[in-house]
């Protein structure tokens, strides 16, 4: 497994992997591994000859007050754990790398930004597609591969690959659970042991509205979400709610509905949903 740090290097490999005729993978990450991240790894492992995984912790992403400093950073071990599952190539950029110091260029993609996480976390989503598309044009895979756990994401990337036509496929791998049902996050780390407990309440709240979405009452669901959470002690919801798994807009009649929630654990702030059409692994 090869160890690349900078634009020029991550282009010349994937050069070098082409000229041999391979095809190309990309799972970006932010470090932090665990057995989530590994598991689309493995995935793109299946689908691709050579796999690229960035580890790159992209400021644009944070906001004022977020954890950008606290974001768990342990190069040596992530790169044992990417060598593991059969990663060819990991970039592992500094900041100047990927975005020059007088960058002028954000992407937007309008609409479905701008709600759940984009109107608790304003200018995330800028933040995503904009180092997304930079590492799109940097490694240009045929594949790239992000985990339904950030199922916003997902959705505001497949929506910008469209829009601006990045000749690639995006594909989103199922949310990796705890036996507990707790979601895998690198965001976990900062949970205490009693926080740790807390934590479980988020899966705990999606299956207590899956019912009610499945029965089309959205606004039931919604309700019942929100009110398990905060059974809990110490946990603050940001939200709860029913949207089409597209659009991020209500529910369209006969279209997917996905169940997102969000609170704040302790120091952490944790997202879940369950998107009733994707299996899941734990
Ligand atoms: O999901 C993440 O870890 C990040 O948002 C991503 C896609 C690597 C962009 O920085």
Redesign the pocket.
Known sequence: MKIVRTAGAIREEVRAERARGSSVGLV???GGLHEG?LSLVRRAREENDVVVV?I???PL?FGPGEDLDAYPRDEERDVLLLDGAGAGIVFVPPVEEVHPEDRATTVTVGGLSEVLEGAHRPGHFD??CT??AK?FNLVGPERAY??QK?AQ?AAV?KRMIEDLGFPLDLVVCPIVREPDGLALS?RNAYLSASERGQAKVLFRALQAGRPLAEAGDYVAAEKEMLRVLRTEEGVAPDYAAAVDADTFGPPLPGGRVLLAVAARVGPARLIDNIDPDMEETS
């Open positions: 970006p990450t932010m991240h960035s790159f912790v992209n992403q933040g995503v180092v997304v590492l992000f985990g950030d994401q990337l690198s």
